[in-house]
């Protein structure tokens, strides 16, 4: 049983081979006919906007000239070590203040602060702003119902 694919084949014409995008259009017109359906979504949206949907309880905030990094009780507080020397935000000539859930950076130039965002956004820290009373409050009581009851779980 030979189909008609051979049989031209056998008459000694010559059989073209299809492309790959036609073998692929086949195959996709083949899979529609048996009830498949798939969804494409281009452009592909970041993977930062997806890992943003996970509270990982390390937030940031920057007010003017001053960055403030903090963590609820889950979160761990980044290592200061991390951020490049040259961004001059944790030397002995800066002016900041650590303890074991926040950390304030004053007066640091605005491409350092720039940079230090990046830094923390990859090492899952997201932007959180509150006011800077607030924030200082924190810092000095450490306990995160100052954001309001409902974060204070």
Request: hydrophobic residues 35%.
């Amino acid at each position: 049983m030979l189909g008609s694919a051979t049989s031209g084949l056998i008459r000694g014409e010559r059989s073209e081979r299809p492309t790959e995008r036609e073998v692929a259009r086949r195959i996709i017109e083949y899979l529609r006919r048996r009830g498949y359906v798939w969804y494409v979504q281009y452009p592909r949206p970041p993977i930062v906007e997806r890992e943003r949907l996970v509270d990982t309880g390390r937030y940031y905030s920057r007010q003017s000239r001053d960055l403030f990094i903090y963590v609820r009780e889950r979160g761990t507080m980044i290592d200061p070590d991390v951020f490049p020397e040259e961004l001059a935000l944790f030397d002995s000539e800066s002016a900041w203040r650590i303890n074991s859930h926040m950390a304030i950076v004053n007066d640091a130039e605005e491409q350092s602060l720039d940079s230090a965002e990046t830094v923390l956004s990859l090492h899952g820290f997201r932007q959180w702003d509150h006011p800077r009373e607030v924030l200082e409050i924190y810092f000095a009581l450490g306990d995160f119902s100052v954001f309001g009851e409902q974060y204070a779980k």
